[in-house]
């Protein structure tokens, strides 16, 4: 499968420059990212508001159904790789039920493809 991954600013660059090695989804119900990535999918990367410019494969695929305890686990063990000190409110995870994390590897810059506007998804999933 194919996704679009929509991160908002300082995510983006920090994936970019390779300062975040891992993107992380949380929410509160199973919604894509969760069961619907697998390792080897292409990830296309977006700012927010701007059109595609890059894309990733993923090379591990991690989900989680959330406890207080299994997210201080992610913080602590992931923490760097996902960019947490740049998350201005980490406590906000604490409510959320399932996360899904992606390695991401073989990162590329590509010519800008612009996309029709998600209305608030951050993550779409597109069939080969």
């Not at 991160?7 to 989804?25: A, D, H, W, Y």
């Not at 990733?56 to 923490?79: D, M, N």
Request: aromatic share 10%; with cysteine; net charge positive.
């Amino acid at each position: 499968m194919k996704h679009i991954a929509i991160l908002r600013q300082p995510f983006f660059n920090m994936v970019l420059s390779g300062e975040k090695t891992i993107e992380s989804r949380w929410s509160m119900n199973k919604t894509a990212p969760y069961n619907r990535v697998n390792v080897g999918d292409v990830i296309y990367l977006k700012e927010t508001g701007k059109a595609v410019t890059a894309k990733a494969v993923a090379a591990r695929v991690e989900q989680f159904k959330l406890t207080p305890t299994i997210v201080e686990e992610i913080r602590i063990k992931y923490g760097r790789e996902i960019g947490t000190d740049k998350f201005q409110d980490w406590q906000g995870t604490l409510n959320k039920k399932y996360c899904t994390l992606i390695w991401l590897e073989q990162l590329e810059r590509i010519e800008p493809m612009p996309v029709k506007k998600s209305f608030g998804a951050g993550w779409l999933v597109f069939n080969d």
